[in-house]
């Protein structure tokens, strides 16, 4: 790897940062090409993001989203497996709280719908993920194309159930009945409430707070647990896992559960969250933005939650900018996120070369403290 | 350095108009980063005769040879070919140069037939159809020629390596080569195929071409060669005509000091059997045998090394002891415990039985380059509990264990935080050994320990194996240098396609006859 | 009987017109993987070529104009994945990603900045569409009882990109399988080492692969775009070029095979819209989804070895880089 020569503060700060601003750049000229001013544009983008309290609602609430499907999406990536099945994971763990909700709001009350919610969909969604695991791990098919065609298997059976079995009856759009009270998450603005705080009303639900501890909690397995190091040595090397009595396929099926599991919170969060009840399309490609949004976060669950944010403000901050300038619409975000995926993932190190010339040509080279003979 | 070479080229060259040299190397340099691969390497190869270049792994003669078939770009120096200096930058030009390779990893389409892989890049025409009749041709006359028959029909996947290695060097013909390349070609070769190279190479000989071997047997050398080049650390330190060196004088070239006898030790005798190992098999995906009802047990206090031409079945062997492979007939018996095709166990179970395993292939399989020092010195023993606290690994134990591993075999640098990967070989080769003998295993696997370990090393951990085996452990020492066989063993078996064919009592050995039944199975086992 | 015939004759129609993106896009991935660059952009290839050539063609009107945007759309998105994956060693799964998701959003941002219909193109004229061609002699022969409806009811009256599509296929195994090019291509998908030690350039091999994965991507925009229907539409590639890509997959990187299944796939579709809301005797209603989803399902089943075995070119998305 170009970069290994490089100290880590240029690899893990310079580098990703410089990746962004390509990325970024590349977005700039797009708008520009289209006749809008690009900086313009991304005030408007900056001030509907985060210039007042429902902005900022929204943008936390499109992070939370954007954190659980760059988790799952990171986890993998250390175990050297590609998860491209987030959306479908997503949208399957949606349907499992969507079940529980449908059979229990009514029986139950909210302090065990909540954990019933967050474990169904946090098994739907592991359960979509273990199948491609398997065939991974077990039959040797590639994981990148099984998850590819689970994405699309996940929205035909949704499809087929939301029009043809969870239907509201005497409803024309395919969507389930509106859960009891007892099945939502709060919304953080109703939680402030509770404690006198006033907060403008936004999707933002308590699911971020869950999404925090999946950060801390991922972030302790994966470095400072005999399983992430038995999961991390597989994905670096095989071989070496063998040889040190690590047995790869399970890794691989637990570490994919695990992924599918963080996708699947992003179900929990549209569908227990927001809009309680099952619908059509709630995950609305949030599971691909977190294979950006990993990338960008190389894979790093601090990374990860910076990129989300990031990510956040685009999603917010396009709305809003799409709401303002005629010329643009929300796509244009899907557009950025394509160019951040290319230039921090596919392009990662094409600056390397040229920034070690620049950083050597300050700096000379030290002799290499450690020899290899 | 060159004046012996220069002699021995006028010395054949007396008599007859001298024809210029097929390859002259002016002041080749070439460094991979840190590390300088050729240092300041000139050499001249007379046309028409069989040059041998020997050197240890890591000498620099297989970078100087892609260097010369246009693989790598020299930093600096100069390349003639007969006389006229060639800018070689790519593989083409050196095929066009007139020069052939046949790399010690066969350079081979799998799914291809054995004349696909020739015309592959030499082809006559657009269409596949005309290549194809053309090379059919050319391949007869080939073959009558040379002596060197292979079905173009047969797809590369079926033959075995022997049959690899005529195609690669068909392939070399094919192209018009006059100067052919072989690295290291004998490593995989049985004796007969060993046999019919050196056959086909004396045919290209008379037929006026030129041969370079590269090799680190110095038996072949003497053999076939009729001028050698010494290659040591990245230079070349000696040029001799065959005829006028020995083997003896080589080596300790090639060393840089004269090798000893062995080392100093102590005689232990031998306690109650630590392995038992009975009618062992181990078959590869193809079902073929790789160990084949292999039989043998190692005693406390006892160290037994397998000598063999490498890929005989010794790296299998290993693998199968420590359960990375699985048995496929008969097992073995470790602390109590019969490991049989029925009743499998994985290499964690083993390492609780008592069974540590310095792999052959530290890079791959011994630990992780990307893993930090510290963590590559938990590798396999990462669920022990020193290491843990509760559900979480304790840091500052990791840490601390390491640091006193690096202190106990002089780790350079001492540093655990330091990413596994910039560590020299040699201090690798040593993290992992302090790694797998600080349990004070009962039972120790160790396969090519010093491969590609600098020399200072290379004593201190001969020291360390000889000292395990005083305190008792029984060892078994895979390794493709007969002198650290003979130096280390007690007992000394020989491996030969997947069977063991002889065994002998270290102090009988000497590299003739050990060398005999390596090469000669049929021979020594009779 | 009669019915039969006629009805048999419509759904292979349908299904030729359905197979065709799909057996460009899967020779295209077929290029490219069998070169060893793996090729999930088919999709984003696609769905770029056929807004373009959308465009062109409602603006200049003229459907030639509009094919060689398409194409050199597809072709400067296949350099780029190149530029990803052959000159940088990038991913190549991660570029495909990228470049599907960025054409999936720039196509309607440029759309909706170019023409203010929401994302959608104007629709063109027959004038600047590939119309369906009549072969000579389909009028006369009509009436003559089967081969006659054969030829003037099946083979005649596609548009010209159908007629190209299955000729790429046939182009592809000659390509493939006849040529130099196509021996040197399946080698440096197996063994690039041996490429660059035969004296080739693995590098510049690879780009020509993904250089005519854009050629056919670009047509296969096209043909969605402006002969199947009349102007672009948001999305409107839905997942084909995934489909493609699991059809190339199923016929195990091989372009006969791989048109089978482009057929097989196909007439799946077809069938699927006959099918909605049919009760079949015994098995009850299937529903329209498990259909749709079926070359999914068949392209898993398939990758487990459940049926055969694909096995990859064995190179494939291992980025070459010389050992040092």
Known sequence: MPAASLPRWIDTGVIPVLNIALALIVSGLIIAAIGEDPFAAMAVMVKGALGYQEGIGYTLYYATNFTFAGLAVAIAFHAGLFNIGGEGQAYIGGLGVGLVMLALDSALPMVLLLPLGLLASAIFGAAWAAVPAYLQACRGSHIVITTIMFNFIAAALMVYLMVNVLIQPGQMSPQSREFDVSGHLPFVHEALAWIGVSFARSPLNVSIVWAAVCCLGLGAYIWRTRWGYELRTVGHNERAAVYAGVNPRRVIVITMCISGGLAGFVGMNEVMGVHHRLLLDFTAGYGFTGIAVSLMGRNHPIGVVLASLLFGVLYQGGAELAFEVPGITRELVVTIQGLVILFSGALAYMTAPWVARIYYAVKPRPEPAVSAA | ?526 | MEDAFVFTVLTANATVRVATPLILCAMAGLFSERAGIIDIGLEGKMLGAAFISASVAAVTGSVWLALGAGIALAICLALLHGFACITHNGNHVVSGVAINIMVSGLTVVLGIAWFQRGGQTPSVGPDARFMPITLPFADVLRDVPLLGTLYSGFLSGHNLLVYIAFSAVFATWWVVYRTRFGLRLRAVGENPQAVDTAGISVAWLRYRAVLIGGLLTGIAGTYLAIAQNAGFVQNMSAGQGYIALAAMIFGKWRPVPALGACLMFGLLDAVAIRLQGVVVPGIGEIPVQLIQALPYILTVVLLAGFIGKAVAPKAIGVPYVKEA
Do not use: W
Request: hydrophobic share 45%; net charge negative.
């Open chain 2, 1 to 526: 350095m060159t004046t012996d070479a220069d002699s021995a080229t006028k010395k054949r060259a007396a008599g007859q108009s001298a024809p210029p040299p097929a390859i002259e190397f002016h002041g080749i340099s070439k460094s991979f980063g840190p590390v300088r691969a050729n240092h300041d390497v000139s050499m001249t190869i007379a046309a028409g005769c069989i040059h041998g270049i020997v050197g240890e792994n890591g000498a620099g003669k297989s970078t100087l040879m892609s260097i010369l078939y246009g693989f790598y770009e020299a930093d600096r120096g100069e390349i003639k070919v007969a006389g006229q200096a060639v800018n070689i930058t790519s593989p083409d030009r050196a095929i066009a140069a007139g020069i052939g390779m046949v790399h010690q990893h066969f350079m081979l389409v799998d799914t291809f037939t054995v004349l696909e892989n020739i015309i592959l890049g030499a082809e006559r025409g657009l269409l596949l159809a005309d290549s194809i009749a053309a090379a059919g041709e050319e391949l007869k006359r080939l073959e009558a020629e040379y002596d060197l028959y292979v079905d173009p029909e047969a797809v590369i996947q079926d033959l075995p390596v022997g049959a690899l290695q005529r195609v690669e060097i068909l392939k070399a013909l094919y192209r018009g080569a006059k100067i052919l390349i072989l690295d290291e070609p004998t490593g995989v070769l049985t004796p007969q195929e060993t046999d019919q190279l050196f056959r086909i190479l004396q045919a290209l000989k008379a037929q006026g071409g030129t041969v370079i071997l590269i090799t680190h047997k110095l038996r072949e050398i003497m053999a076939i060669t009729d001028t050698v080049s010494v290659m040591r650390h990245g230079r070349v330190v000696a040029d001799k005509i065959t005829a006028e060196t020995s083997e003896a004088e080589l080596a300790e070239l090639m060393v840089g000091r004269k090798i000893r006898s062995g080392l100093k030790r102590t005689d232990v005798a031998v306690g109650k059997v630590a392995l038992r190992v009975r009618h062992l098999t181990v078959r590869d995906a193809y079902r073929v045998p790789r160990v084949d009802d292999v039989s043998f047990e190692i005693r406390t206090h006892e160290i037994v090394g397998i000598a063999g031409v490498s890929g005989n079945g010794q790296s299998e062997l290993l693998e199968v002891l420590a359960g990375i492979l699985p048995v496929a007939g008969g097992g073995f018996e470790i602390a109590g415990r019969r490991i049989m095709p029925d009743d499998p166990c994985d290499p964690a179970q083993l390492r609780t039985l008592g069974l540590a395993h310095v792999p052959e292939d530290r890079q791959r399989l011994g630990m992780v380059a990307e893993f930090s020092a510290k963590e590559s010195a938990i590798l396999g023993y990462q669920n022990e509990p020193l290491y843990q606290d509760g559900i979480m690994f304790n840091q500052a134990a990791i840490a601390e264990k390491c640091a006193a591993l690096m202190a106990r075999f002089d780790v350079r640098p001492p540093l655990p935080a330091v990413l596994s990967a910039n560590f020299s070989g040699g201090n690798q080769q040593k993290l992992i050994l302090a790694r797998e003998l600080d349990r004070a295993p009962d039972v120790l696997l160790v396969g090519q320990p010093t491969r590609g370990v600098d020399i200072g090393a290379v004593e201190f951990i001969h020291r360390q194996l000889i000292d395990m085996r005083d305190q008792g452990c029984a060892i078994l020492l895979v390794s493709v240098e007969l002198e650290e066989i003979m130096a280390l063993s007690d007992r000394i078996l020989v491996m030969f396609e997947g069977r063991i064919v002889a065994e002998l009592p270290a102090v009988d050995a000497d590299e003739r006859t050990l060398g005999l039944m390596m090469a000669n199975a049929a021979a020594a086992t009779a």
